[in-house]
């Protein structure tokens, strides 16, 4: 299984990025998919996840209007709009294939995982 995650990079705050990330084949097209960020020097946290249609999404409070996830399970892919961007928000951002087809918040949830994608944030 493997997860190829794009888009991060270094961006003013008040700016947008789109991260993508493509799954091998069909991998995880019946699965929620979530992405997770982790700054220099702290835990992985996450972000936001989608359920396997699309039909559900959860994000953490600090996202929320800001951050949105989509999928496109014809293109085995789900992106994450981040616009009004932060300086807190930078971070590797990693996506994770769920164990089932919900979208969860919990770490634990999630089976395989990308490589990440740096984020930066300047001031």
């Known amino acids: 299984v493997q997860l190829q995650a794009s888009g991060g990079g270094l961006v003013q705050a008040g700016g947008s990025l789109r991260l993508s990330c493509t799954t091998s084949?069909?991998?995880?097209?019946?699965?929620?998919m979530g992405w997770f960020r982790q700054a220099p020097g702290k835990e992985r946290n996450f972000v936001a996840a989608?359920?396997?249609?699309?039909?559900?999404?959860t994000y953490t409070d600090s996202v929320k209007g800001r951050f949105t996830i989509s999928r496109d399970r014809t293109k085995n892919t789900v992106y994450l709009q981040m616009d009004s961007l932060k300086p807190e928000d930078t971070a590797v951002y990693y996506c994770?294939?769920?164990?089932?087809?919900?979208?969860?918040?919990?770490?634990?949830?999630?089976?395989?995982w990308g490589q990440g994608t740096l984020v930066t944030v300047s001031s």
């Open positions: 084949r069909r991998t995880g097209s019946n699965n929620g």
């Open positions: 989608i359920s396997w249609n699309g039909g559900s999404t």
């Open positions: 994770a294939v769920g164990r089932s087809s919900f979208a969860s918040t919990n770490i634990a949830s999630y089976a395989y």
